[in-house]
């Protein structure tokens, strides 16, 4: 299942019976997005809703799913980069969940889209986590 998290609580995706449950999000200032990011990121001509994963992953009931995974965008690869992935593997490890994998994919800048090749990447561990 691929969705969104968009703010109306209502419309927000029901994860339950969802194995693998695979959650992402781009990375913005080496972690995962916050107010702060968004409104940069929204200054910058992006989206950046104010309700995201970060909101999102605390309100799961614990143990939704049996396993989980997590991946983000980031603009290098390396640890000076950073990782959401990181964080919100955490925050699913902490609602329960076993984190079985996780993934970086390059954006070709602080705009997107993805670089090169990265979309053939993530569909193919996509597809590896089923
Ligand atoms: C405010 C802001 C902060 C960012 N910080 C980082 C960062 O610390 N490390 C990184 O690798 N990419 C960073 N990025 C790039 C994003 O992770 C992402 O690759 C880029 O925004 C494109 O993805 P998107 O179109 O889904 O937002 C940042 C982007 C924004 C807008």
């Not at 799961?60 to 593997?89: E, M, N, Y």
Request: with cysteine; net charge neutral; aromatic share 6%.
């Amino acid at each position: 299942m691929v969705c969104q998290v968009p703010k109306p609580a209502a419309e927000r995706p029901d994860p339950a019976g969802v194995d693998p449950l695979v959650v992402g999000a781009p990375t913005h200032n080496r972690g995962l997005p916050g107010p702060g990011s968004r409104k940069e990121a929204r200054a910058k001509g992006g989206e950046g809703e104010d309700f995201g994963v970060a909101e999102w992953l605390p309100t799961l009931p614990p143990a939704t799913a049996a396993r989980a995974a997590a991946f983000d965008t980031v603009t290098g690869l390396g640890f000076f980069s950073g990782s959401a992935a990181k964080r919100i593997a955490i925050l699913l490890r902490r609602r329960g969940l076993t984190v079985v994998d996780r993934a970086n994919f390059l954006a070709g800048d602080q705009q997107g889209p993805l670089a090169d090749d990265e979309l053939a990447r993530a569909h193919q561990w996509g597809a590896s986590l089923v």
